[in-house]
């Protein structure tokens, strides 16, 4: 498996602008988690989803922020409009927990957002 | 509230030392604790994961310790190399009613050649 996959690995852009990050989870993977890391705040939680389906959005900064998961392999997280302190590195993650699965997190490498 | 913290913020030591990061959580009712490795630029890799009924996890180099009851985490690396420098995260997953993960801040551990 190709793991956890996320585009694009870098965005640049400027404040006012709409950021849309993408996010593939592993294949069967019934989980899927949005985090953010700064070095101020460590890695926070945003939002994550089951079989589809936001179950707990209360780490989502604020209104600005939105993330969707229209199927099992893709997933949205949208920045609209974009601010400067929104800069940070966006992880997205995914597990399997039902059955016997362990609920091991696997995570992608990130994308790092600079927002001018 | 959860709150999880590791000590110390940064580690380091020469080649070959055993060595021991600590993690440690304010609620001791988790349902597992995962450690993660995190190398500059990347993203975060899953080292061990331990079940609220179990006491240890070992793979390779690395063993990992639970105690619950005093709500304490250690990850024991032997023979440290070079290659072992990175940021060493635990993270509490709280129940399993949620699949949410608390993290610690992490030690970011170098080893010298």
């Known amino acids: 498996d190709a793991g956890v996959i996320q585009s694009p690995r870098h965005e640049v852009t400027e404040m006012g602008q709409e950021v849309t990050l993408r996010c593939k989870p592993i294949s069967g993977h019934d989980y899927l988690f949005w985090y953010r890391q700064t070095m101020m705040r460590g890695l926070e939680l945003l939002i994550y989803?089951?079989?589809?389906?936001?179950?707990?959005d209360s780490g989502m900064p604020e209104d600005r922020f939105s993330a969707k998961m229209p199927n099992a392999s893709f997933s949205t997280l949208k920045i609209q409009p974009s601010e400067p302190r929104d800069s940070a590195v966006y992880f997205c993650?995914?597990?399997?927990?039902?059955?016997?699965?362990?609920?091991?997190?696997?995570f992608g490498p990130g994308t790092r957002l600079t927002v001018l | 509230k959860q709150e999880v913290t590791q000590i110390p913020a940064a580690l380091s030591v020469p080649e070959g030392e055993n060595l021991v990061l600590n993690c440690s959580f304010t609620d001791s009712a988790i349902y597992n604790l995962q450690w993660f490795r995190q190398d500059p630029g990347k993203g975060l890799t899953s080292l061990l994961l331990i079940q609220s009924s179990q006491r240890e996890q070992t793979s390779g180099r690395l063993n990992a310790s639970l105690d619950k009851s005093s709500g304490r985490s250690t990850l024991y690396i032997a023979a440290s190399q070079p290659g072992d420098s990175a940021t060493y995260l635990c993270a509490v997953r709280p129940s399993s009613n949620t699949g949410k993960l608390i993290f610690g801040q992490g030690t970011t551990l170098q080893v010298k050649p």
């Open positions: 989803f089951n079989n589809n389906v936001p179950i707990d």
């Open positions: 993650a995914s597990s399997k927990m039902g059955g016997r699965a362990t609920s091991e997190q696997f």
